[in-house]
């Protein structure tokens, strides 16, 4: 039987910085898939964000990374199966910290991520036929305890202030994590009504898929 998710002691952190740009020579078709790079030696277990062109599976999306080869600047992207992606041209990966935390937060609803279907019916057909097209983007809204020394909202506001992406990363109790990049919208502006809490809210719209891990 499946260990049921709760939605207490969970983690929200927010990046902090990100490491220097470093060349992508290449991602294999494989599973795991596995990148050579330039520069640097990343550490095992680190969260790297890549920007790729060809390979659009992965562009703007964070992994956790396992089996650094130093020897050989390689890194496997943990978990990912990139057998079937297009074909990587080009691009680059940054070392991501995740350095502060939202502590704030008191309820958090996801939307989007619906998929459109293309209609492929022709004059042949009796019944129409649809394929999956390109999904909506997913969107976490969060609503936060109204607190404008917290350090999490401090960082998502200067991020929507910039219009600039972030990586976030969920920890939940049982060791499961889901990381992912994304477009901010805060104003920090209270609300709520009379006699209760006052909150704030905040939206982080994916750019991309999250990437998930168990442990």
């Given at each position: 039987m499946a260990t049921p998710?709760?939605?207490?002691n969970v983690g929200?952190?927010?990046?902090?910085?990100?490491?220097?740009?470093?060349?992508?020579d290449s991602i294999s078709k494989a599973n795991p898939g596995v990148l050579a790079y330039q520069g640097a030696d990343p550490t095992n277990g680190a969260y790297i964000l890549l920007t790729v062109q060809g390979m659009t599976q992965v562009d703007g999306r964070v992994f956790r990374i396992a089996n650094v080869n130093a020897g050989a600047n390689t890194l496997e992207l943990e978990g990912e199966n990139t057998t079937s992606?297009?074909?990587?041209?080009?691009?680059?990966?940054?070392?991501?910290?995740?350095?502060?935390?939202?502590s704030v937060a008191t309820d958090l609803q996801a939307s989007?991520?619906?998929?459109?279907?293309?209609?492929?019916?022709t004059i042949h057909d009796t019944v129409r036929k649809?394929?999956?097209g390109p999904a909506s983007p997913a969107v976490y809204t969060l609503e936060n305890l109204w607190d404008v020394s917290d350090a999490g909202l401090i960082a998502l506001k200067a991020a929507s202030d910039a219009k600039a992406q972030r990586c976030v990363r969920f920890?939940?109790?049982?060791?499961?994590?889901?990381?992912?990049n994304?477009?901010?919208?805060?104003?920090?502006?209270p609300t709520g009504n009379a006699q209760d809490k006052v909150v704030t809210s905040a939206a982080i719209t994916m750019f991309g898929k999250p990437s998930v891990y168990s442990t």
């Open positions: 998710q709760i939605w207490s929200i952190v927010i990046q902090s910085a990100l490491g220097s740009t470093q060349v992508i992606y297009d074909t990587f041209a080009s691009g680059t990966m940054q070392v991501v910290t995740f350095g502060t935390t939202l989007g991520g619906e998929f459109e279907f293309i209609d492929v019916t649809q394929i999956p920890n939940f109790s049982t060791g499961q994590k889901l990381v992912f994304g477009y901010i919208g805060a104003t920090l502006l």
